[in-house]
């Protein structure tokens, strides 16, 4: 990722911040990058327009702007607690006629990872008072796309659909604050300077493979679709009916293995209706020092596992109709 800083990086133009509560993720509501918001940006602050708005950092997928620093008081919050104690992230690129789910999903996910160096280097707990939305301190939809996508368009802004985006946001920031992913140039955020301190790049850690086998599940288990835009799955997918769970007894072949919050996941097809398309559902969670492939013998999973292959890129089911047909 590209790093952008304006000239208000050494020279401030706004006061000094209250305290460091927590962080602000806002949506921009717009279809500009982090590089065509600096000029819009420093037009607005010469034009003596700052208090019609800006936050500290700006980030898409490419690139991340720095605004403003991020220990000073920014105009975001529409409130004077938000704008003096808590630090502002910009999605950028978030109107839906300019960009993709898919497309505003990888800025997301950036913002998320420059979220988790910045409150690393306050050394600012990760939990609901921390982590907040726009729409938490003024009447706003913002963020709207998260909103839109994690939660459901239309969806009513209370408290539980608030705190049910802030927990996913709160997932993605401790899973990269913890190590687990990082860009390719992660950089730790000085508390005093806001100046990127070089830092090598974590391992990124495999959460997914193509192996293949059959699960006959042992209890009750919920199963998945992926919403649109969405590539992996996660506890945020659409549940499907409990009348299409997989039950007690019930198999399903997988062709794909996921590690994905804490859980192992496989995709499968229905075996009483493959031209249903892909559908996914958690298998167990992940021990501490244990494989999937030993989860069996050691009793993790809500199920059992039989004629799997691991040969990374030449395992697939070859009828999903068939208990056991993996190649």
Same mark, same amino acid.
């Given at each position: ?29 717009? $279809?500009?990058?982090?590089? %065509? @918001? +600096? ?42 607690? /938000?704008? @003096?104690?808590?630090? *502002? ?13 898919? &497309?505003?999903? %990888?800025?997301?996910?950036?913002? +998320? ?20 939305? =726009? ?14 996508? =994690? ?7 209370? %408290?539980?659909?608030?705190?049910? +985006? ?12 913890? /190590?687990?992913?990082?860009? #390719?140039?992660?950089?730790?955020? &000085? ?44 506890? &945020? #997918? &659409? +549940? ?8 007690? $007894? %019930? ?10 919050? *804490? ?24 021990? #501490?020092?244990?494989?999937? /492939? ?8 809500? /199920? !059992?596992?039989?004629?799997? !292959? ?13 208990? $056991?047909?993996?190649?």
């Amino acid at each position: 990722m590209r790093n952008i800083y304006s000239g208000y990086i050494k020279s401030p133009f706004t006061p000094k911040k209250n305290s460091i509560r927590g962080v602000i993720i806002h949506n921009d509501a717009g $279809g500009m990058t982090p590089s %065509q @918001y +600096l000029p819009w940006l420093n037009n607005r602050v010469r034009n003596g327009q700052a208090t019609l708005g800006f936050a500290s950092l700006y980030v898409n997928r490419n690139e991340c702007l720095w605004f403003s620093p991020t220990d000073h008081a920014e105009w975001h919050a529409g409130h004077q607690n /938000g704008n @003096y104690n808590y630090i *502002g992230f910009e999605v950028c690129e978030s109107m839906p006629s300019k960009t993709s789910n898919a &497309t505003f999903l %990888q800025n997301e996910e950036a913002t +998320l990872k420059v979220v988790a160096d910045v409150m690393k280097s306050y050394n600012l707990p990760v939990n609901r008072n921390t982590v907040m939305l =726009h729409n938490e301190f003024s009447s706003t939809a913002c963020p709207h796309r998260s909103w839109e996508i =994690h939660i459901g368009k239309g969806a009513p802004y209370n %408290q539980t659909n608030k705190n049910k +985006l802030k927990d996913y946001f709160i997932s993605r920031i401790k899973h990269y604050m913890n /190590g687990s992913t990082a860009t #390719s140039n992660k950089k730790k955020i &000085t508390k005093k300077t806001n100046k990127p301190v070089a830092k090598k790049p974590a391992k990124k850690k495999k959460i997914a493979w193509d192996w293949a086998g059959t699960f006959t599940a042992n209890t009750t288990i919920a199963v998945r679709k992926l919403k649109k835009g969405q590539t992996i799955p996660s506890l &945020t #997918s &659409t +549940l499907v009916g409990k009348d299409s769970y997989i039950y007690k $007894g %019930q198999w399903v072949n997988w062709d794909r293995l996921y590690y994905i919050q *804490g859980y192992w996941w496989v995709r499968f097809k229905y075996p009483t209706n493959p031209s249903a398309g892909y559908f996914y559902m958690t298998v167990g969670k992940k021990e #501490s020092g244990i494989t999937f /492939g030993q989860a069996n013998s050691k009793n993790k999973l809500w /199920g !059992k596992v039989t004629n799997m !292959k691991t040969k990374e890129g030449n395992t697939k089911v070859t009828n999903w109709s068939k208990k $056991g047909s993996i190649k």
